[in-house]
DNA sequence: CAAAAATATCACCGGGCGGTGACTTTTTCT
DNA sequence: AGAAAAAGTCACCGCCCGGTGATATTTTTG
């Protein structure tokens, strides 16, 4: 790279042995680690310091503080995120509640499953609400609901159902059974380590919102 | 009391002014007010013999630390667990499978909305399991265990329907609501604040399990 | 090259935590 | 009554936390 500006003449850059965005980099890695592995008990300035292998300082230089470190990682979060939520939202114009919902309930599932940081976020968020989880948090769930409300604009809903409530408690169950599946390995004597057990999960999800 | 005791004729006994078995209640009542309020957080020595208003010492002579203590708590919280659980299973033979599982699923809602305690330690299970947690935990949950299957075996299974994961569904839904409802006062856009809210999660909750 | 600015590190502070030993006061036993 | 045991209090330890000022090193600028 820097032998590509010089080649052209430009103001030389010399590989600088201090770098201020790969550090900053290293940081964000460093506590998007931890936040995977130990949620937010370990996310304080001393472990990510100590984990990024630089002083703590920096996290206060670059960021501002904890805050500001946890507003970075949360839009860095939400951008990911909306970019998966795209992958599975373009389906024909929905025909039934069931049609519009299943791919959503499977999609959510898939994405909650396969993402720990977004599992850290929520169920930190639930057990212990802190300024430093709704910062995270929030940016997350802005872009969800965006997402949600824009798919369900585009149908009519059936007489009779209450899509709101419906909607809440399939959400529900998919982040719960993600992050129980995790933290456990089941939910409700349902084992939820193995592929077949999830094909299991999703057949009934969708045996739920089909019959709905 | 003390007068009854003493008109009676027995060895007197003086009104204690100092009672072992007051001070370990007062213990676990305060430790239960913190885990309620403040969930694991504030769920330590220091924070507890405070609220209690008394010496951090009493917690390691009368319940051998931290984990005696939440194993008590942990078996009182599984005993009421038990008691209430009793007051909505016994109906008659249930039909179908929407029929067994619908008074499951509104009465398990109902006991966790009312039941912060039962809230915090499932959310921070989630969130952070650590041996507290999890000694916590045990009870209530092999308690859990034990009475859907005494439901279970109660009835045949339709064909075709994977009851166990339909369960973990509606369970970790119900769940997931509760404790949102209390942390955020809403889930996935749908407000969880009135009855009002509650009764349409009640009415799509039946409609899930019925058309099941 | 030297001065200035950015970058990085170190040492230290106060405070809360879990944990423990030594102590005083009360109750119980003989 | 006096001794032993139980109940309760106090002071202290080491540890890690978040936070900050002073300092050392590198890079950029003039």
Redesign the interface.
Known sequence: MEDLATAIGQTEVPARRRDRVARAQTIISAAKEILSE??F?GFGINSIARRAGCDKQLIYRYFEGLEGLAEVIGTEIADELSAELETFSRKEAPKSYGDWVEPLAIGLLNLFRSNLIIQ?IT???????SRLTRIMAEARAKRM?AW??SLRGEMKHPEG??V??????????V???A??AT??GS????S?ATDADWL??E???R??VR??
């Open positions: 130990s949620g008990d850290k169920a930190w968020e639930l057990a212990s609400p609901n949600m409300v159902l209450d709101g409530a419906l909607n809440a408690i399939i959400i529900g169950a982040q719960h059974l992050i129980s933290a456990f939910q409700a004597g349902l939820l299991r999960v057949a009934a999800l045996h739920f019959s709905a």
